[in-house]
């Protein structure tokens, strides 16, 4: 039996998720019916200690619904919260082939944000054959400051380590069973890989669309399959969103501006259609609960726009 506080908080946090889309629905642009509707469905990977939803809370807080909405066919799989890019690159592309084998998909536009920009460059590069599209999303790209700082302060220091990445096990164990799942958790293998050596190496495995040198482009569709990328660099954008606190030191550790995690020039994959949106790490999904900068763009109307550029090239 759930308890008061269980039921209390659920109801809260939906009030919250109509509220906000009752919002973006009455916003200019909004088009309901078939502006979304891409030839492949869509597929949302979530980031780092991330999550498909937890008490009724999607991950991409109101994207999914408004993208369905729109005419889009939308997936969202839980991937492992704490795990490296391969692992988790491993476990989408076994999600994509369950997803082809029961619905007859035969292709999928991948949207990934943070790590899950790791994860679907990793899907493209290993099963292309699955990929329509990539599109990252705040995702750095070259590597973090906060996890080269982590692993230069504590790498050292086995009791440290310990405690830090045994305690982001747990917390990532957490966010599993709260969603439903039971993934490993490997926090070492994630910071490692998001430290500029890790991310170096991934790139040498999997450089599609990778720029070349720092802010760069280069040509956006490789093997016949299309990168996109967008970032923000507004860390503090509102008072009463805890998570803008928090990233507003997370980013002290950046040797770039960004949005708290990865930076604006760490961030360019493929065609990078805009590197500096007023906005922090969370805002890019509409979190926390939609709350962001006054006036700035609207994160659920963002994708939508790139779901309807993906529809006009037969994506």
Not at 27 to 55: C, E, Q, W
Not at 237 to 245: A, H, K, M, T
């Amino acid at each position: 039996m759930k308890s008061p506080l269980f039921t209390m908080i659920k109801r809260v946090t939906k009030f919250f998720a109509v509220l906000t889309m009752a919002v973006s629905f009455s916003m200019p642009g909004y088009a309901a019916g078939s502006y979304a509707k891409t030839d492949n469905p869509i597929v949302l990977v979530h980031g780092l200690l991330g999550f498909d939803d937890i008490l009724g809370v999607d991950y991409w807080f109101g994207i999914e619904n408004d993208l369905s909405r729109n005419g889009a066919v939308v997936y969202a799989p839980n991937l492992s919260s704490v795990n490296s890019s391969t692992v988790r690159g491993e476990q989408l592309i076994n999600y994509l082939d369950e997803l082809k084998a029961s619905y007859g998909h035969q292709k999928f536009n991948l949207i990934g944000h943070s790590q899950g920009g790791y994860d679907v460059r990793y899907a493209a590069s290993v099963r292309p054959d699955l990929v329509a599209s990539v599109t990252a999303i705040g995702s750095p790209t070259t590597g973090s400051g906060l996890a080269q700082f982590l692993l230069d302060s504590f790498g050292d220091n086995r009791l440290l380590s310990t405690l830090i990445y045994g305690g982001v096990n747990i917390f990532g164990s957490l966010i599993e069973a709260a969603s439903g799942d039971s993934d490993s958790q490997d926090s070492v293998a994630a910071a490692y890989g998001f430290s500029y050596a890790g991310a170096a190496e991934f790139i040498a495995l999997h450089p599609q669309a990778v720029p070349t040198s720092p802010c760069g482009q280069r040509d956006h569709v490789v093997n016949g399959i299309p990168y996109y990328s967008w970032t923000g660099t507004s860390p503090f954008n509102n008072p009463i969103d805890l998570s803008d606190w928090a990233l507003s030191v997370t980013a002290l550790f950046d040797n770039e501006e960004g949005d708290g995690l990865s930076g604006r020039c760490a961030s360019h994959v493929g065609l990078t259609l805009k590197d500096n949106y007023k906005w922090n790490h969370l805002d890019q999904i509409n979190h926390l609960f939609g709350v962001r900068r006054w006036f700035s763009a609207d994160p659920v109307m963002v994708i939508r726009v790139h779901a309807n550029r993906l529809k006009n090239i037969n994506l």
